[in-house]
């Protein structure tokens, strides 16, 4: 047939082709699908902090007024710049040197960064396999202005693995997260450059 492939030379060859096409869709047959355990355990070694994340160290204000829970690299940064002084181990706490802005007191926001948090799940209370989870999404946080943005933590929670899977099963969560996204760039931030 004029259109048609040519034939192998000789049967060996076309044995091998034959072979080689059916090893092919084999190996295709053959892959099984990963049972909910293993994709389980696969995000869990992916995605899970490795190290708890609340580390709750405490930093006083100069006149020794409890400021915020942080955590130790913060605090060591601190330390390191001469901003402020160790004043415990344990726990670990600061004292700052210099006179801080006030401004979380003054909005009302202050109770939220002097209270500790515990290193669970904030649905179920696991204490293991967590990971962060951004409650406002990243492609709406750009879009807003710098003040609400910048070192501001009020929108991360410790979800566990299960948890985190049961959310981001939510119908169409993937459409209304893009639809939300184009509708907050262009309403609320006009000017935004990235345009999702």
Not at 85 to 108: C, M, S, W, Y
Not at 165 to 183: D, E, F, M, W, Y
Request: with cysteine.
């Amino acid at each position: 047939h004029p259109g048609s492939l040519p034939a192998p030379a000789n049967s060996a060859a076309a044995a091998a082709a034959a072979a080689a096409a059916a090893g092919g869709s084999e190996k295709r047959r053959g892959k099984r699908r990963e049972t909910e355990a293993e994709f389980r355990e696969r995000m869990v070694k992916k995605f899970s902090a490795k190290s708890k994340v609340y580390d709750n160290c405490r930093m006083l204000s100069n006149t020794g007024e409890l400021l915020c829970f942080c955590d130790l690299r913060k605090l060591q940064w601190y330390v390191d710049k001469g901003l402020a002084e160790l004043v415990t181990e344990d726990p670990p706490t600061i004292r700052l040197l210099f006179e801080h802005k006030n401004a979380d007191q003054q909005a009302g926001l202050d109770g939220f960064y002097s209270t500790s948090r515990a290193n669970r799940c904030v649905v179920c209370g696991q204490d293991q396999h967590y990971l962060r989870y951004r409650v406002v999404p990243t492609c709406y946080r750009r879009c807003f202005p710098a003040h609400l943005k910048s070192h501001r933590s009020h929108d991360i929670v410790l979800l566990c693995i299960d948890c985190h899977q049961v959310l981001q099963r939510g119908p169409n969560h993937r459409k209304s997260t893009a639809l939300l996204c184009k509708i907050l760039c262009y309403a609320v931030a006009p000017t935004c450059q990235r345009r999702c």
